[in-house]
């Protein structure tokens, strides 16, 4: 299994890109929002990497955190979600926004990335709800792979690659609301729905917003 790559940017294509790492170039799969944040070729680069194998195939797919590979897993893990849509999905919403999509139920937003449907939406919300909590809680390692020496002369400088605040925050509060007593699935749903009015809360203003969503009516 590969895991990780890290070199030199050769080249950009419209859905892969090739990356050499020390004479060995990897073609690696990449959804328009990772290709986006990629520097130009001849940049150093580093993706996290999913094989896909298949009796007549070998694809990487590449992620710049941990938690977007898992979604991208799970999200292959559903009938009728395959490599591409799953792509499609991350692409359109990243990961942040594939996490609250499926705590929220809001298959609408799952179903605006290219080919797929609302049948196959409503489909991955359904069997992974119950999932969202354990993918959004790895959000708080803040694992982002590190560029490495691709094995030339030239030195590479490194590219910071952060993991977004949002993320963490949202570990945090629902690391929080479970220490409250909040089971998985509620703490997930009132973190997403809170992240979602608010996308650059911190921590502390998450746990109150989702608190104030728990708590009962009336």
Not at 167 to 182: K, P, T, V, W
């Amino acid at each position: 299994m590969i895991g990780r790559v890290a070199g030199r940017l050769e080249y950009k294509a419209s859905d892969h890109v090739l990356i050499d790492v020390k004479g060995v170039g990897y073609v690696v799969y990449v959804s328009d929002r990772v290709m986006a944040g990629l520097p130009a070729p001849g940049g150093a680069v580093a993706l996290y990497t999913d094989l896909l194998v298949r009796e007549d195939l070998l694809q990487l797919f590449g992620f710049t955190t941990l938690v977007e590979k898992e979604w991208h897993r799970l999200l292959m893990s559903v009938q009728g979600i395959g490599a591409k849509a799953s792509m499609a999905i991350l692409g359109a919403l990243g990961a942040d926004g594939v996490g609250r999509a499926i705590a929220l139920g809001d298959w609408a937003a799952v179903a605006t990335a290219k080919g797929v449907g609302p049948k196959t939406a409503k489909k991955a919300i359904l069997e992974l709800k119950d999932k969202a909590h354990s993918v959004m809680a790895m959000a708080g390692t803040g694992a982002s792979p590190t560029p490495a020496d691709a094995g030339s002369d030239d030195v590479l400088e490194p590219i910071e690659v952060a993991a977004p605040t949002s993320g963490a925050a949202q570990s945090e509060a629902l690391s929080a609301l479970g220490n409250l007593g909040y089971g998985p699935s509620e703490a997930t749903q009132a973190v997403a729905q809170a992240a979602g009015e608010d996308p650059e809360a911190d921590t502390a203003t998450l746990i109150r917003a989702a608190l104030k969503l728990l708590a009962p009516k009336g």
